[in-house]
């Protein structure tokens, strides 16, 4: 099923539309597959902050959330109908400090063999991966890319994202966790809950270790 390179973009994106971004070569002969969704965060209050400062990017809340597959890249080619070989157009870019060999894709709504949409779910928890627990105030959530941490019951949050392949509503999918309403600038002597799970390691940490 051949589905259409460069039909949407990141910066046209909306609320409920699905980005397939890219694919990037990781180790193993194996390929990673970037996705972009806009998310429905529920019925939050607005933040000041942010809406005071919605050119700065620290500050955006309404940014596209990401979530990385590792995958085969005969298999992925073959979905989407598209050169994934050597002699594919691969270029290379820096990924977080690191040089990659990327493709580019820009798939709207991409859809699995059976018709259904690959879609991102955010999973917010207080348990972080074994990677994030090794450092947690790196990796906790935080109030813009360089503000303070957000907590839960005084606990650190982590945010994490999967991909699903669903034609259902996802909105119900996620889970969000309610902020402490402190908005003190240090946490002082408050500690997380650093119990680690591998159920819930990120697989783009894993291919960047």
């Known amino acids: 099923m051949a589905q259409q390179l ?3 973009s990141i910066e046209a994106l909306k ?11 990781v180790a193993n002969g194996k390929i990673q597959v970037e996705f972009a969704e806009l998310l429905n965060t529920g019925a939050r209050a607005k933040n000041a902050l942010s809406v005071l400062n919605k050119s700065d990017d620290r ?3 309404g940014k596209p959330r990401r979530a990385w597959v590792t995958a085969e890249a005969g298999d ?12 594919g157009a691969w270029y290379e870019a820096d990924r977080r400090g690191k040089a990659m060999e990327i493709l580019d894709l820009n798939i709207l709504n991409p859809v699995d063999f ?27 959530k935080k109030k813009g890319r360089d503000g303070d941490l957000i907590l839960h ?3 650190y949050v982590f945010s994490y994202t999967h991909v699903h392949v669903t034609d259902e509503p996802t909105d119900d999918m996620h889970t969000w966790l309610k902020s402490d ?3 003190s600038t240090s946490i002082g002597g408050i500690k997380a809950n650093v119990t680690t799970s591998k159920v819930a390691a990120a697989e783009l940490d894993e291919a960047f270790m």
């Open 6 to 8: 460069n039909s949407g």
């Open 15 to 25: 609320q409920g539309e699905t980005l397939l971004v890219e694919a990037r070569k």
């Open 59 to 61: 500050f955006s809340g």
């Open 76 to 87: 992925v080619g073959e979905l989407f109908g598209i050169d994934l070989g050597d002699t």
């Open 114 to 140: 059976d018709g259904e949409r690959f879609r991102i779910v955010c999973e917010e928890t207080l348990t972080p991966s074994e990677y994030h627990a090794q450092d947690p105030e790196r990796y906790a």
């Open 153 to 155: 019951n005084g606990c």
């Open 181 to 183: 309403v402190s908005s």
